[in-house]
């Protein structure tokens, strides 16, 4: 059974702008689901989201050839009325990753990777199923598990 890695916006962000500090790691991650080592899921949110940061940056081509791509790779979930009242009670502060942390639950993703520090650190532990991982950690994760040679 592949392993399913839930994979937070800033994911796609580090993607289309590569020089952030985990993009190297981003990069490598989607290596890694496009050859089917792994299996991935985005949230259709985390989409919407990364459109509004990327036309505000200028990236809005790349933006688009990068979505047509990633829906042909990675799974693009909607958010539902469960994951919403979910993250209500959950009110760690942050609103939206409280529903994207509830969108992985409920999917039953075993990895959550983001490069939010202030999510890791809410979440960590927390459910015994779901690991909170930076990219650099998930790569060094593959890497261990020996998966593909190309990364």
């Known amino acids: ?20 500090p985990f993009s190297e790691y981003s990069i490598t991650i989607l290596q890694a689901v496009f050859s ?8 259709t949110q985390s989409i919407v989201d990364a459109s509004f940061i990327a036309k505000k940056a200028g990236y809005t081509d790349s933006f688009f050839e990068t979505v047509k791509r990633w829906c042909n ?21 942050d609103f939206e990753d409280d529903v994207q942390v509830a969108r992985a639950l409920d999917t039953c993703c075993d990895v959550f990777v983001t490069s939010d520090n202030n999510l890791r650190k809410h979440y960590n532990g927390k459910y015994e199923f779901l690991q909170f991982m930076s990219p650099e ?12 040679s190309q990364i």
């Not at 059974?1 to 952030?20: E, S």
């Not at 950690?137 to 593909?148: D, T």
Request: a negative charge; hydrophobic letters at 45%.
């Open 137 to 148: 950690e998930f790569v060094s994760k593959l890497k261990g598990e020996a998966i593909p």
């Open 73 to 93: 790779y990675i799974n693009v979930d909607y958010i539902s009325t469960f994951d919403i009242n979910n993250a209500i009670r959950e009110n760690s502060g």
């Open 1 to 20: 059974m592949k392993l399913k890695a839930f994979l937070d916006t800033n994911i796609l962000l580090d993607v289309l702008q590569q020089g952030r």
């Open 36 to 43: 089917c080592h792994i299996e991935a899921l985005i949230t």
